[in-house]
């Protein structure tokens, strides 16, 4: 499913025009990656939580030339699936 | 930042009652659980992708005990953050709200 199937969905369930339905959607993804880029927790109860881990500062090598190259350390998007979204997924319960 | 930061957001943006857009955003998130469960990768442009993965049993520990314990097969959910997010997270632009 794409984001602009997903739009669709929401705009069917709920009776919205396309244009309501895409700035719904827009807006909680907007607001996800705004509050991962201030380095904070999103927590969805059910569906998960987004968080920012570190990474270390690493030795890499460029696939092409073989040379050594620093990677500094940097900061990641990490998403941790919750219990609902877990049980349903694996379908046992 | 939580589900309820989000339906304020959208009721703010949007000129529906706040009940309503609560009752959407839920939608976006059941919505997305739904395809999930069905095995559909879920791609949001700018954002990521949700994909199903199937896990083979293996061997774990308990680590209070230290038992081997065998942790079943199982499908669990990954999610790769887009090139967009990525830049964002790593290197936060100035002066951002």
């Known amino acids: ?93 | 930042m939580t589900k309820a930061d989000i339906v304020e957001s959208v009721y703010q943006k949007i000129g529906l009652s706040k009940k309503e857009s609560a009752a959407i955003v839920e939608s976006v998130f059941e919505i997305i659980r739904e395809q999930l469960e069905k095995g559909e990768a879920v791609k949001i442009s700018g954002f990521g992708n949700f994909t199903t993965r199937n896990k083979r049993p293996r061997q774990g520990r308990n680590p209070k005990t230290g038992e081997e314990v065998e942790i079943s097969a199982r499908i669990v959910v990954t999610f790769k953050p887009s090139q967009i997010l990525r830049e964002k997270v790593s290197r936060p632009s100035a002066g951002s709200t």
């Open chain 1, 1 to 93: 499913m794409t984001k602009s199937q997903l739009i669709q969905m929401v705009a069917d369930r709920h009776n919205l025009t396309r244009q309501d339905a895409e700035a719904v959607v827009s807006t909680v993804f907007s607001n996800i990656s705004q509050a991962l880029e201030d380095g904070d927790r999103v927590e969805l109860r059910g569906f998960g939580a987004f968080s920012v881990r570190p990474r270390d500062a690493r030795e890499g090598r460029n696939p092409k030339t073989g040379t050594v190259v620093h990677i500094p350390p940097k900061k990641t998007p990490f998403f941790k699936a919750g219990k609902e979204m877990r049980r349903r997924v694996d379908g046992v319960d």
